[in-house]
């Protein structure tokens, strides 16, 4: 393999999740937890208590990344080249038009910009690409790296009950990291031919 690898040939993955029930019990308290989702009454709309029904609350929840795999390999201090959410929901209110979704205090957009939003009284999943949507790297790893290192906040608010989520963040290592990776993998190969000729006479 030639030393000068691609980024995208060499970028490494890690993804969390978090899951919930499609149809929590409802409640009029303060906070309802649905699997690993919190539910909370949107300060906005103090008036409507009721939690669990997924209209007009905030739905908070973190992605935590310290279980997987390659989280010793992933370079927190390079740059994404994809960071892809997915979310199952049920919109329960045409007011979902409005909601938003995203990093809390950093980033966030808009569940209209994806043409897949599920109609109401259905459950369905939709994909983006953050990167596509007005987030950054930097918007994306200093979220990684502080202040819990390795877990990301995320919210969503209005109209929806969600039951799955998940984010995959692929990251690019240093170019130094590049090639070094291929250099050595470039004199692996070399070994191995050369041995190979040894071995022969």
């Known amino acids: 393999m030639n030393p000068a690898l691609s980024c995208k040939a060499l970028a490494i993955s890690i993804a969390a999740t978090a899951t919930g029930s499609i149809s929590p019990p409802t409640t009029s308290r303060t906070e309802l937890i649905n699997g ?37 390999q992933f370079p927190n201090g390079g740059t994404l080249n994809k960071a892809l ?49 007005g987030f950054t790297s930097a ?21 929806a009950i969600i039951s799955f989520a998940k984010l995959e963040l692929y990251a690019v290592p240093e170019p130094l990291t590049i090639l070094g990776a291929g250099t050595a993998i470039a004199f692996g190969t ?10 022969k006479k």
Do not use: C
């Open 190 to 199: 070399g070994f191995k031919r050369k041995l190979a000729k040894v071995k």
């Open 85 to 133: 959410l997915m979310l199952t929901l049920s919109p329960r209110n045409t007011l979902i038009t409005t909601d938003s979704t995203g990093i809390p205090g950093v980033k966030q957009l808009k569940i209209s910009d994806s043409s897949g939003v599920p109609s109401i009284g259905t459950t369905g999943t939709i994909t983006f690409d953050l990167l596509d949507f």
């Open 36 to 72: 690993d989702f919190s539910i909370t009454v949107n300060s906005r709309n103090p008036a409507l208590r009721l939690l669990g029904d997924g209209v007009t609350e905030i739905t908070h929840w973190t992605f935590d990344f310290t279980n997987d795999p390659n989280l010793s």
């Open 139 to 159: 918007d994306i790893l200093g979220a990684f790296n502080n202040p819990d290192t390795n877990v990301i906040p995320w919210f969503y608010q209005n109209d």
